[in-house]
């Protein structure tokens, strides 16, 4: 999410010049509208139709806001494992979505608190919780080119991740390296000590410091 | 400028379903009805596969590491998941061969553009596009109920070409190459190993050089000699 193009002109490719803020009649343009119109028209007939033969009413969709938001993916992982490992207190009978705050998933969105995960996360996708927050439902259709810009970035975020660990790899060793260096001047330093307090000074011969000398196996 | 549904709803609804048809099919049916279920139900398609489009289907494509269908008690795989979003989504060809050649070396988006290719081309052109990987030797994880197993993208289409199950799902049924090199609608295939093997008989032939199925013989070369490379096709005899 993080390689969002610069905004484009409205009506369709090429970067907004500087006179585009005033309405370009194109017929094209409307010809595409009319017939979009049209096909609406036609498909909601048909919808009509086919719920009357049903035996079932119609409900048209509630129009679009028009400054509703294209919804997105989502772009990291739900934070669901903060309730891990927690002991909620869901009350007996609470259906799916009980209005206000309560033990569980809350959607400050919409106000309803859900007692697992699934709920919630099918309460984020529904259409009441998308209207609520502004968001058409709509997912913009992606082109060849988004798809090879996006691919590329994932190459690269890959490669640098990669690069992070050895790098963090290399840290380590590097971490450890000294440690063993110290630990080392350390023995040294005890072997000194000992060495000293023996009495010709020649302190205790190294194989006399290991268990079961005398058996080679 | 057409969009798509963030949700799969419209593609659901098999009697209202609207949208472009595949072999005179709502798409959503060339998965079993009983497995679509198992997917729409997974906790991976409602939170990743929410609102994907072509472009944000691919970071979850490359997150994949392995293929599979259904394990444990059932559970729809990711690869399962994904392959559904594609059939929601229908991307253009070109978008699709892009996944299935992707340059940037993912190797689960090519396996997944591939099982796709099978599902929704037409067989002539699944041939076209599938057997150039059959000389493609990366390993990949497939994920069984009893655990996971290596195989190799060589393999995998091999049995996408073959078989008539995959991946928890009938596949349907693809007409043998050979029935389309007899309707003249394919050309005999020559395998990269067979290829490699006549070249070595008739050492001063170099009449195929140059011949674009040899792509991919350095593989056959290396990995040739172990047993695992197969010649799916008769030689190059006659052509
Ligand atoms: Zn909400």
Same mark, same amino acid.
């Given at each position: +999410?993080?390689?969002?193009?610069a905004?484009?002109?409205?009506?369709? $490719?090429?970067?907004?010049?500087? /006179?585009?803020f005033?309405k370009t009649?194109?017929?094209?343009?409307?010809?595409a509208?009319?017939?979009?119109r049209?096909?609406?028209v036609?498909e909601?007939?048909?919808?009509?139709?086919?719920?009357k033969?049903?035996?079932?009413?119609?409900?048209?969709r509630?129009?679009?806001?028009?400054?509703?938001?294209?919804?997105q993916?989502?772009?990291?992982r739900?934070? !669901?494992s903060?309730?891990?490992?927690?002991?909620m207190l869901v009350?007996?009978g609470?259906?799916i979505?009980k209005?206000g705050?309560? $033990?569980?998933f809350?959607?400050?969105?919409?106000d309803?608190t859900?007692?697992?995960?699934?709920?919630?996360v099918d309460h984020?996708?529904?259409?009441?919780?998308?209207?609520n927050?502004?968001?058409?439902?709509e997912?913009r259709k992606?082109?060849?080119?988004?798809?090879?810009e996006?691919? $590329?970035?994932l190459? %690269?975020?890959?490669?640098?991740?990669?690069?992070?660990? !050895?790098?963090d790899?290399? /840290?380590r060793?590097?971490t450890?390296?000294q440690?063993?260096?110290?630990?080392?001047e350390? %023995?040294r330093?005890?072997r000194?000590?000992?060495?000293?307090?023996t009495?010709?000074? +020649?302190?205790?011969k190294?194989e006399?410091?290991?268990?079961?000398?005398?058996?080679?196996? | 400028?057409?969009?798509h549904?963030?949700?799969?709803?419209?593609?659901?609804?098999?009697?209202?379903?609207?949208?472009p048809l595949?072999?005179?099919e709502n798409?959503?049916?060339l998965i079993?009805?009983?497995?679509?279920?198992r997917?729409t139900e997974?906790?991976?398609?409602?939170?990743q596969?929410f609102?994907?489009?072509e472009a944000s289907l691919c970071?979850?494509?490359?997150?994949? @590491?392995?293929?599979?269908g259904?394990?444990g008690?059932?559970?729809?795989?990711?690869?399962?998941c994904l392959?559904?979003?594609l059939?929601? #989504?229908?991307? =253009?060809r070109?978008?699709?061969?892009?996944? #299935?050649h992707?340059? =940037?070396g993912?190797k689960?988006l090519?396996? *997944?553009a591939a099982f796709?290719?099978r599902?929704?081309?037409?067989?002539?052109e699944i041939?076209?596009? *599938?057997?150039?990987?059959?000389?493609?030797?990366r390993? *990949?994880?497939?994920?069984r109920?009893?655990?996971?197993?290596?195989?190799?993208?060589?393999?995998?289409?091999?049995d996408?070409?073959?078989?008539?199950?995959?991946?928890g799902?009938?596949?349907?049924?693809?007409p043998?190459r050979?029935l #389309?090199?007899?309707?003249? *609608?394919l050309?005999?295939?020559?395998s990269?190993?067979a290829d490699?093997?006549e070249?070595?008989?008739n050492? @001063?032939?170099?009449a195929?050089?140059g011949?674009?199925?040899?792509e991919?013989s350095?593989y =056959?070369?290396?990995?040739g000699a172990?047993g695992?490379s197969?010649?799916?096709?008769?030689?190059?005899?006659?052509?």
């Amino acid at each position: +999410m993080a390689d969002r193009k610069a905004p484009s002109s409205a009506y369709g $490719a090429g970067p907004a010049g500087d /006179t585009d803020f005033r309405k370009t009649w194109n017929r094209d343009e409307y010809a595409a509208k009319a017939a979009a119109r049209e096909a609406k028209v036609k498909e909601e007939g048909k919808a009509r139709y086919e719920a009357k033969l049903a035996g079932k009413k119609y409900i048209p969709r509630a129009a679009t806001p028009p400054d509703a938001k294209e919804t997105q993916s989502r772009a990291e992982r739900l934070n !669901v494992s903060a309730n891990v490992g927690k002991t909620m207190l869901v009350p007996a009978g609470a259906g799916i979505g009980k209005r206000g705050r309560g $033990a569980g998933f809350y959607c400050p969105d919409c106000d309803l608190t859900f007692k697992d995960n699934l709920q919630f996360v099918d309460h984020l996708n529904s259409r009441q919780h998308l209207a609520n927050t502004g968001q058409s439902g709509e997912v913009r259709k992606a082109t060849l080119e988004d798809v090879r810009e996006r691919l $590329a970035w994932l190459k %690269r975020k890959r490669e640098e991740e990669k690069k992070d660990e !050895v790098i963090d790899l290399k /840290t380590r060793l590097e971490t450890r390296q000294q440690q063993d260096e110290r630990e080392r001047e350390e %023995r040294r330093r005890k072997r000194r000590e000992r060495r000293r307090k023996t009495k010709d000074g +020649m302190g205790i011969k190294e194989e006399d410091q290991y268990e079961g000398n005398g058996i080679i196996c | 400028m057409s969009g798509h549904k963030a949700d799969a709803k419209a593609l659901l609804d098999d009697r209202g379903y609207s949208g472009p048809l595949i072999r005179g099919e709502n798409p959503a049916n060339l998965i079993e009805k009983p497995l679509q279920d198992r997917i729409t139900e997974t906790y991976y398609w409602k939170e990743q596969c929410f609102a994907l489009n072509e472009a944000s289907l691919c970071d979850r494509a490359v997150d994949m @590491n392995f293929i599979g269908g259904t394990y444990g008690q059932q559970k729809a795989s990711p690869f399962l998941c994904l392959v559904f979003k594609l059939l929601q #989504l229908q991307p =253009e060809r070109e978008i699709v061969l892009y996944y #299935l050649h992707n340059e =940037e070396g993912f190797k689960y988006l090519t396996a *997944l553009a591939a099982f796709y290719i099978r599902l929704t081309f037409e067989p002539v052109e699944i041939y076209k596009a *599938l057997e150039p990987l059959l000389s493609d030797y990366r390993k *990949l994880r497939r994920r069984r109920n009893d655990g996971f197993m290596i195989t190799h993208m060589d393999q995998f289409i091999d049995d996408l070409l073959t078989k008539d199950r995959m991946c928890g799902t009938t596949l349907w049924k693809l007409p043998k190459r050979q029935l #389309l090199e007899d309707l003249e *609608l394919l050309d005999e295939r020559v395998s990269p190993l067979a290829d490699e093997i006549e070249a070595i008989d008739n050492e @001063n032939d170099d009449a195929r050089e140059g011949d674009e199925s040899r792509e991919g013989s350095d593989y =056959e070369r290396r990995n040739g000699a172990n047993g695992r490379s197969r010649s799916r096709s008769r030689s190059s005899e006659g052509r």
